[in-house]
């Protein structure tokens, strides 16, 4: 499955930070940061350890009965859960920008590439010390979807409910 990562233009021009489409006044931004969504690799071994026992408990008794068959589609089954469990463990963090706007805590941005939040984070703080004097426009090349993000949390573990770009409010 393919990532997805999608390049989103960041602007900051007379008192606005632009994020894609979505507009957010420097003037009105308290606070900058950052937050860090990982995959709860406890909950994935887990699950998958429940799945495996399952599997394992429905189909000896049937392997007993019916043989090479039942055999196969036991391995079949472990495979999947094995390729399944491999896939959450391989997951990068992924880190957003959170932005403060009216009292209002949102999660403006994900990107899986740190470097890339951490300057965005530098260029808002020192806008917002100018907010009419700094203009610039930058390409954050590794923004995630909310697609991606979803499969990060409680149910997807580490499913964070939100977007992916400006609009989410963080929980």
């Not at 009105?28 to 026992?53: C, M, N």
């Not at 036991?74 to 009292?103: D, E, F, N």
């Not at 020192?126 to 409680?154: C, N, S, W």
């Amino acid at each position: 499955m393919a990532t997805g990562y999608w390049t989103v233009r960041v602007r900051i021009d007379d008192g606005w930070l632009w994020i894609g489409n979505e507009a957010f006044p420097l003037r009105h931004i308290s606070h900058v940061g950052q937050r860090t969504l990982e995959v709860d690799r406890q909950a994935a071994w887990r699950r998958f350890g429940k799945l495996a026992g399952i599997s394992l408990l429905l189909f000896v008794p049937l392997i007993a009965i019916a043989g090479d068959v039942f055999t196969i589609v036991l391995l079949a089954v472990l495979t999947a859960l094995l390729w399944w469990l491999l896939s959450r463990l391989h997951k990068p963090a992924l880190y957003g920008l959170v932005i403060h706007v009216g009292g209002t805590r949102r999660d403006a941005l994900w990107t899986a590439v740190k470097s890339e939040l951490d300057h965005l984070v530098r260029e808002i703080t020192r806008a917002i010390g100018r907010p009419d004097a700094v203009k610039t426009t930058f390409y954050v090349e590794h923004a995630v979807q909310g697609d991606y993000l979803r499969r990060y949390g409680a149910g997807g573990h580490g499913e964070q409910q939100h977007l992916g770009l400006a609009g989410g409010t963080a929980g």
